[in-house]
């Protein structure tokens, strides 16, 4: 019996090697542990991680990172993969401000190849690292992708499979099969990746064929050919070729991704084929954790928990998801012609109301926002109205279709954008920092941006029932804390008397209003527009704005093209307080502070303002 391996002792991932499989097999029980209780505190990815132990123990033994390239898709499954690469004392940081991010990121470690965060990129990524590799003759090392079945419903995946099978590279893709996305995976890729899942003969038999076969002596030409052809002939009877192998990879699998031994012979195998090789891995998502195994789909992500009882030490009360999926319900019932569609994302989005109440006017299209937008365009074409959910970040993929297959026909398709803003512990991948930004550029979109539940809701039956064309209602991460309660669907606008007009619009309208009120407390008088229809520009504020000293603009989103910049292109004494860069992870409101947008913040800058416009 090997003696028992301290992790924290250990130079990794080059350590890993001189280890036998039997204490890198103790190894994955103890990192199983430091999982469960960093994610217990720190919130985070844990079904997803609990499956890739093994997986990542194994590529880190068979490959030499950071020399072997290995790109996560989504990346929110590498927690293994940061612990094994020297991160483990970092871990308590993670997704914390200033810690360790919750995906991989290049600027983070040398070990992560490539950044991530939105699904069904690996490969593509992968293979211009491989191409890379061949250009700068090197011909040892590999890019590897590791992707989930969930991923696998992304159409950028096909793409990247379908330049890699016939590419002269050393692409391996690693399928993370478990049957889940975020929910209970679906489509018919889903499915027929589920046949391979059940293969369990298909690398015996392979092997076995391939023995025999090989075996068979050559004898003459004409021999060789008649042997070739019934070669082939017997290989395809008895081995049914996957769609892999078709699109030119070597195929090896299925892999039981907890079996350390089994997976380090199939990657060993992988390593030495100098082409493009497939694995198949089985995983179980939540592995070891018996809430996580049970209810994979709740443990995908989480805020912290007890690990005894698996329950969240925050329950989540009503939320704009969830006010929002409850409203959509109310007025289907209504208007029949009302279908919800969701890329993935059913419980993230609060759909799952309209799954329940109406399944049959409710669609999943797996992760595939482009997709989504031209399906919603076809349902609208037939006088259906669609309604997408969708994160903003994830929206970002759809801007051509926004534009091809909805505006340009004029079609009426709402979408609902949620987590516009900042998210907070995602960080720079999934901030909605733009979905203002490039909407604004598309002709015919209406925007609402409403700040609080019943705004939601106005602007959601508006959206839906009077608007034309492609309306987006869009709204926070999160609770509506505001003490306010009557909702606008256009301005909201407070003449104080003052010759500066403060101007905002989305969630920050709060903080707005809590500035006025810390000024008021300071005898400063500031007047207030609250935007709620963003877009397109009306006359309405333009007016009101033409009548101040000074606007100052807050916007919550990317300052580069935002809509404080257009007013000023129109106006001359608007000035613009926006996002400056990429936004990391940390607290909403801690980054909305070190923005410029809490309360506290923006009540300093229009002092200071007001104070410039004195002096001047
Ligand atoms: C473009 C995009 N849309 C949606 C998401 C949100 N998302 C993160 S992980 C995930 C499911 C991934 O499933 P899978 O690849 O099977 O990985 P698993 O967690 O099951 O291991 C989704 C939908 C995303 N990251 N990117």
Redesign the pocket.
């Known amino acids: 019996m090997d003696k028992k391996t301290d992790i924290t002792k250990l130079d990794l991932p080059k350590d890993l090697k001189k280890l036998s499989l039997s204490q890198c097999e103790e190894l994955c029980e103890d990192i199983r542990k430091i999982l469960i209780s960093t994610v217990s505190k720190t919130g985070g ?1 844990l ?2 991680n609990l ?1 890739t132990v093994e997986l990542t123990m194994a590529i880190h033994r068979v490959f030499d990172s950071p020399e072997d390239k290995i790109v996560w ?2 990346g ?2 590498a927690y293994t993969h940061k612990i094994l690469t020297g991160r483990l004392d970092r871990m308590s940081t993670l997704r914390q401000e200033n810690g360790l991010s919750g995906f991989c990121r290049p600027d983070e470690s040398e070990h992560d190849a490539f950044i991530s ?4 990129t690996s490969v593509s990524a992968a293979l211009g690292i491989a191409a890379a590799m061949k250009l700068s003759g090197d011909n040892v090392h590999h890019a590897i992708a590791v ?5 696998s419903t ?1 159409g950028e995946l096909y793409e990247g499979l379908n330049n890699a099978g016939k590419s002269d590279t050393n692409i391996i893709v690693i399928l ?1 099969y ?1 049957e ?3 929910s209970k ?1 679906v489509g018919a890729m889903a499915k027929y990746l589920s046949t391979m899942r059940t293969k369990d003969t298909y690398k015996a038999t392979k092997g076995r064929v391939q023995r025999v076969l090989d075996a068979t002596p050559l004898v003459g030409r004409p021999i060789e050919n008649a042997i070739r052809s019934s070669k082939n002939a017997v290989k395809n009877m008895l081995i049914h070729s996957t769609m892999f192998e078709d699109l030119g990879f070597e195929f090896i699998g299925p892999l039981n991704g907890h079996d350390l031994a089994d997976l380090e012979r199939g990657l060993s195998a992988a390593k030495k084929m100098d082409k493009p090789v497939f694995i198949h891995v089985n995983t179980v ?1 939540g592995k070891g954790y018996e809430p996580a195994e049970e209810n994979p789909g709740e443990y ?1 992500g989480v805020g912290s928990f007890e690990i005894a009882t698996g329950n969240p030490d925050v329950v989540t009360s009503d939320s704009f998801s969830s006010v929002m999926g409850r409203h959509l319900c109310k007025l289907a019932q209504t208007n029949k012609k009302i279908c919800a569609v969701t ?3 059913k419980y993230g989005t609060g759909l799952q109301y309209f799954y329940k109440s109406y399944p049959k006017r409710f669609f999943d299209v797996g ?1 595939a ?1 482009e997709h989504a937008v031209t399906f919603c365009g076809g349902l609208a074409s037939m006088g259906y109205v669609p309604v997408f959910a969708v994160y903003s970040t ?1 929206l970002q ?1 759809s801007y051509d279709q926004l534009i091809h297959d909805l505006s340009i026909m004029g079609s009426h398709a709402v979408i609902c954008v949620d987590r516009a803003g900042i998210v907070g512990d995602d960080g720079e991948t999934h901030q909605g920092l733009f979905d203002v930004n490039f909407l604004s550029t598309i002709p015919g979109v209406t925007v609402f941006s409403p700040s609080i539940y019943s705004e939601l809701e106005a602007c959601l039956e508006k959206a839906v029932s009077e608007v034309e064309g492609v309306a987006v209602v869009r709204y926070p991460r999160g609770a509506d804390r505001s003490p306010r309660s009557k909702p606008e669907t256009e301005l909201c606008y407070e003449n104080n008397g003052s010759s500066v007009l403060a101007v905002t619009y989305g969630r920050i309208t709060n903080n707005m209003y809590k500035a006025k009120a810390i000024l008021e407390a300071q005898g400063v008088k500031v007047d207030t527009l609250s935007l709620v229809r963003i877009l397109p520009i009306t006359e309405e504020p333009l007016e009101i704005m033409k009548k101040y000293d000074k606007v100052i603009f807050f916007e919550e989103a990317c300052a580069l093209g935002c809509l404080g910049e257009k007013y000023q292109a129109r106006l001359g004494n608007v000035e613009v307080h926006a996002i400056d860069g990429f936004v990391h992870h940390g607290k909403p409101a801690a980054l909305l502070d070190e923005q410029g947008l809490s309360a506290e913040k923006m009540a300093q800058t229009i002092l200071r303002s007001m104070k410039n416009g004195t002096e001047a």
Not at 117 to 120: F, K, L, R
Request: proline residues 0%; negative net charge; hydrophobic residues 35%.
């Open positions: 990815h079904a997803s499956g898709d989504v929110h499954q965060g939105h699904s069904s992707v989930g079945d969930g991923a992304g993370n478990n889940m996305s975020i995976n998502k995908h890329a993935a994302m992760i926002e994830f993929r």
